[in-house]
């Protein structure tokens, strides 16, 4: 259930002061996070720069509107398919040779920095995405009970409304993914403790 009230503004404001690719970087600095957002990358086939976003939200007491975010998954899911994960598969294919050619190990930090540098723009188009809602549509929404467990908030937002594309599968398999979650949202949460 969502507030019936209009938006926090301090909440927005607290968005607005911190923009997401330097929340995500802060982030993704944190104990055990790189490695978290590889494994619902790798496993659960997520979208690391989604994931990251929510976190943004989240940490700004918002949560974004299932049917908005749907489609702009959608959207960021073409972006990933033709550019990043691309790169992604020549930095990985350069490897072994990059080991044994300094040419070739240039190239592939140079495919590294351009696949970074996808990713940066999907977070932009991320956050471009809140501040670009028209009139008729709300995109975010207040965060209906910041007391709700973070991880399970996460698991609902990443695997609500995925479609069938993505392997989270149902509940069951999807509480898996809760340790995962809950080391991403630690630094979120601070009544929260590791497991």
Known sequence: MRDSITLDSTRLQRLQQTPLCDFALALYAEPGVEAACLTLQEKAGLDVCEVLFHCWLYSCGLEAMPKAVARQREQRRLWQCHVTEILRGLRRDLKASA??????????????RAELMAERENLQRWQAWVWEASGEEQRVANVAEMSLDAAKWLRNQLFSTQNDQCSGGGLEEQNIWLPTLQTLTCPLDPHQVPR
């Open 99 to 112: 080991a044994e050619s300094e040419s070739i190990a240039a190239l592939r930090d140079t495919i590294k």
